[in-house]
């Protein structure tokens, strides 16, 4: 069974940051890439970002590209997600997500709160 848990999520001015935490565990997890996507309310989910284990190669949605930073920690099996710059459209809840090795995202955690207000 694979768990994906995030945290970090929270109330922010616009301006501040946040940052995100996906911690992944179970003994058959294996996957190539993870990724963050959000959904606004009356929205479609959409990638944020997303990152490959092995190499850190990183993809960015244009929206967010020089204000959110996306890394991991191998050992830990954790990936983050830097959000500088957070701005009202921002606001969302945060998925963080596995892929499995047919290369879809088959795996979610429970999502996270992102609020910025004026």
């Known amino acids: 069974q694979v768990q994906l848990v995030e945290s970090g999520g929270g109330l922010v001015q616009a301006g501040g940051s946040l940052r995100l935490s996906c911690a992944a565990s179970?003994?058959?997890?294996?996957?190539?890439?993870m990724g963050w996507f959000r959904q606004a309310p009356g929205k479609e989910r959409e990638a944020v970002a997303a990152?490959?284990?092995?190499?850190?190669?990183?993809y960015y949605e244009d929206s967010v590209k020089g204000r959110f930073t996306i890394s991991r920690d191998n050992a830990k099996k954790t990936v983050y997600l830097q959000m500088n710059g957070l701005k009202p459209e921002d606001t969302a809840v945060y998925y963080c997500?596995?892929?499995?090795?047919?290369?879809?995202?088959?795996?979610w955690g429970q999502g996270t709160q992102v609020t910025v207000s004026l």
């Open positions: 997500a596995a892929d499995d090795a047919s290369g879809e995202y088959a795996y």
């Open positions: 179970g003994r058959t997890f294996s996957s190539y890439e």
């Open positions: 990152i490959t284990w092995s190499t850190g190669s990183t």
